[in-house]
């Protein structure tokens, strides 16, 4: 039997003896992946107290609404079926004929014209989801035409377009530190700086933030909540204890606040543990509290000191480098706001919903999520701090930046460290800058600048070979003449 699961259903609210029932065949996270039909098999009639417990009895209920509603279309069906109604059996029947994905894909052969495989996933699910069958070439032509409408023209400087579309409305963005939205003790950098940040791929985010989102019983129970973020929030002892320095007794003493120490769940036994891992110390428990003596022959003012800024700044509880960590309702369940982040440890604590829990530190999620998770939040930030300034850009673009930025399989930042200063072209590098650097040590290199971009080519004063510079057209002046005459 496993304790650590029967204590873990004893806190969501199982009885004792049902708990250790459950635990002696199954573990929390193998009890999560069975079905309600086998919990309901195995357990008879207590399996509705443990699928309450895993926070599942609404969606039961939702399912058998789902059920009864289905059984009776499919009777009203029955009904309004007739033998006469060959016809449509028939065209069910070619309907049939083959995958609806095929369909499409025979479709676009026929027609000579290509869609992205995700866009033909997504019309096939949603087609056989709705029942359009019967219309799925008209569906298809409706696609390739919005697809076509969407592509780019052949030399548009996609770049300059993309740049010129968020850096207009970044002069127009503010240049303060707001309260998060609806969470007044929290800070969190918005606006031009925040955007800043996002491009510049910096380490450590200003004002590191997390929405930290629950499962099972967890987010439905408050005091449930409460533990969670009793076990995110970092707790030193100077927050839940009185430190003082007896100079005459050569001690240091600590005072627990009680109030404090049951609002987060701390036991005299867990200041003990914590106290422990001081060095050069003896430590006395008493009634009032804990007495702290250093080290015989080392009894001097100097120890004294050391020992009473260690003692204040000693982790308690908590996840290092979240400082607090705030309860919210939302519609239905409990949210925890935190300032700081610690992506990866709080991602293990139990009753943490780890599909939905974000941070803003977007090199965290490189390093816990990988690189596609990475462009997914710089897409997420950028877009998101700038429509939180009323400023509407097409996603289309901020993407464009975010491709840029995690190509390579690592996030680079746009700037002389990263996508700037990787530029093919030297005169492109140049003027963005350290200008001589850049062209001494092309010379030395023996480079050549072949001029296809458009910093290049504003600098060497000619045309740039891109959207209309891509054209080149010749006018004979002679030709010409002679045709208005005649047309004369």
């Not at 996933?121 to 409408?149: F, P, Q, S, T, W």
């Not at 929290?186 to 955007?195: A, E, F, S, Y």
């Not at 982040?341 to 009753?351: A, W, Y």
């Not at 690592?410 to 990787?422: A, M, T």
């Amino acid at each position: 039997m496993s304790k650590t699961t029967a204590n873990a259903l004893i806190k969501r609210g199982l009885s004792k003896k049902l708990a250790e029932k459950v635990a002696e065949k199954y573990t929390l996270s193998a009890l999560e992946k069975l079905s309600d039909a086998k919990i309901k098999k195995e357990f008879g009639k207590d399996a509705e107290k443990i699928l309450k417990v895993l926070g599942r009895k609404v969606e039961e209920k939702r399912k058998e609404k789902g059920k009864e509603k289905k059984a009776v279309k499919k009777k009203k069906e029955k009904k309004a079926a007739k033998p006469a109604e060959k016809k449509t059996k028939e065209k069910k029947e070619k309907v049939k004929e083959g995958t609806i994905r095929e369909r499409i894909i025979k479709i676009l052969e026929s027609k000579k014209e290509y869609l992205p495989i995700a866009v033909i996933d997504e019309m096939a699910e949603k087609i056989e989801k709705n029942g359009l069958e019967e219309k799925l070439e008209k569906i298809v032509e409706k696609a390739i035409e919005e697809y076509n409408r969407h592509l780019m023209d052949p030399y548009e400087a996609c770049g300059m377009v993309a740049a010129q579309s968020i850096g207009e409305p970044g002069t127009q963005m503010t240049m303060r530190t707001f309260h998060y939205a609806g969470v007044a003790e929290i800070n969190v950098t918005l606006g031009l700086p925040r955007l800043i940040e996002i491009v510049d791929a910096r380490k450590d985010p200003s004002t590191p933030m997390m929405t930290v989102y629950l499962e099972g019983a967890y987010k439905i129970n408050r005091d449930k909540a409460k533990e969670v973020a009793n076990k995110i929030e970092i707790t030193r002892l100077i927050n839940i204890a009185e430190v003082e320095t007896d100079i005459s007794n050569m001690k240091v003493v600590v005072k627990p606040n009680i109030k404090s120490m049951e609002r987060k769940d701390i036991k005299m036994d867990d200041l003990m543990e914590a106290l422990k891992k001081l060095s050069k110390v003896e430590i006395k428990k008493t009634e009032d509290g804990i007495e702290i003596y250093p080290q015989e022959g080392n009894e001097n003012y100097r120890e004294l000191r050391r020992i009473s800024e260690e003692v204040k700044n000693i982790k308690i509880k908590g996840i290092e480098g979240i400082k607090r960590a705030i309860i919210r309702k939302e519609g239905d369940e409990y949210v925890i706001y935190t300032e700081g982040s610690n992506f990866e440890k709080v991602l293990e604590l139990e009753g943490v919903d780890k599909t939905r829990t974000t941070t803003n530190d977007i090199h965290a999620i490189y390093e816990v999520l990988g690189i596609e998770a990475a462009r997914n939040a710089i897409i997420n930030e950028a877009y998101s701090t700038l429509q939180e300034q009323g400023l509407n850009v097409d996603i289309r673009h901020i993407m464009l930046v975010a491709d840029l930025m995690t190509a390579t399989g690592v996030i680079r930042p746009i700037g002389r460290q990263g996508v700037s200063g990787e530029k093919g072209s030297v005169i492109a590098r140049a003027a963005f800058e350290i200008t001589v650097d850049h062209l001494l040590g092309a010379a030395r290199r023996g480079e050549v600048d072949e001029l296809r971009g458009v910093a290049e080519n504003v600098i060497v004063g000619q045309p740039i070979k891109l959207g209309t510079g891509s054209v080149e057209l010749a006018i004979d002046v002679k030709k010409l003449s002679k045709i208005k005459k005649v047309k004369k």
